[in-house]
């Protein structure tokens, strides 16, 4: 799926998706964003790794040098850190998530921003993360309606992190199961938004069988996975996301891989903030020159 086949979006939309995707980053119709809401997500210890990343004008300074499209947080970090960068540095605000603390059995990551905030603040894009599954489902949807509601007034593009949890999710494979995976990217295209964040799903033969039919049968490559996935998600503009560090070749090969099945971009955030400065510029640089070779 590419920005020109999306002939549904309004004018607002489509304007700061091309931003995003040609005028910022590699250019060519790819997006590279860096997510920074870990710290919300999985708290301080996501830092330990490489300390100076703990003050975001790590990530910002990264952002910015490493030619990204743009960098995905929550309101409080882009209004505190942010100023430096306005204009340069495409937000996209995340306007719900939660901590870590309790249990994912029954996850709900409740609203910490608006979409008028993310107008008011100049982003170019929402971000919202629905777990599908979830026993809060009925909760959550309700609650993204609405904001699906005002991106449509708005004309904002929303990139929703869909990412399977619960209960009823780890009973049938797991969060990274094929199965998971595949539903939460029909999910998005089911709800109407212009971008879906997904994990690359896992192949457990161990709990292969745990998964409803035909999925338990399944056995597909690396690449098969990814290319399935894209496929559920339909017209939905699609990013994976990096997951925890990987060595420089694994991380190139599996962005080269997501790339060329049909993947729009990448949402890598760990795997590039948690190294030192010279090393996340060098593995980002490696990173938006194959982007821009493809």
Request: aromatic share 8%; hydrophobic share 35%; proline share 5%.
């Given at each position: ?35 920074i809401d870990q710290g919300l997500e999985h ?228 795997n590039l903030w948690q190294r030192r400065w ?17």
């Amino acid at each position: 799926m590419t920005l020109d086949e999306m002939n549904h979006l309004n004018i607002g939309k489509r304007t700061r998706l091309r931003r995003l995707m040609y005028k910022y980053g590699p250019g060519n119709g790819r997006m590279l964003i860096l997510p920074i809401d870990q710290g919300l997500e999985h708290g301080p210890s996501t830092f330990f790794a490489n300390p100076e990343s703990e003050n975001p004008d790590f990530q910002f300074k990264l952002a910015n040098e490493g030619n990204f499209s743009g960098i995905a947080l929550h309101l409080g970090l882009a209004e505190k850190y942010g100023l430096s960068y306005a204009g340069e540095v495409p937000i996209v605000l995340k306007v719900n998530g939660k901590t870590r603390i309790p249990s994912d059995s029954h996850a709900m990551s409740p609203m910490t921003a608006s979409v008028e905030d993310a107008v008011r603040i100049g982003a170019d894009a929402i971000g919202y993360t629905l777990y599908v599954g979830s026993p809060r489902q009925v909760e959550d949807m309700n609650q993204f309606r609405r904001v699906k509601a005002d991106a449509d007034r708005y004309g904002m593009p929303i990139i929703l992190w869909s990412y399977p949890r619960g209960e009823a999710v780890d009973k049938k494979g797991g969060k990274n199961s094929l199965y998971a995976i595949d539903y939460a990217a029909r999910v998005a295209n089911e709800l109407g938004v212009e971008g879906v964040k997904l994990n690359v799903p896992g192949d457990d033969p161990k709990r292969r069988t745990e998964q409803p039919a035909p999925y338990d049968t399944l056995e597909l490559s690396y690449e098969e996975r990814v290319r399935k996935v894209i496929r559920s998600a339909g017209k939905t503009l699609v990013f994976f996301s990096g997951g925890s560090m990987l060595s420089d070749e694994d991380l190139v090969y599996r962005a080269r891989v997501c790339l060329e099945e049909g993947a729009a971009g990448l949402l890598f955030g760990r795997n590039l903030w948690q190294r030192r400065w010279d090393d996340a510029l060098s593995i980002t640089k490696k990173l938006t020159k194959m982007m821009s070779e493809l």
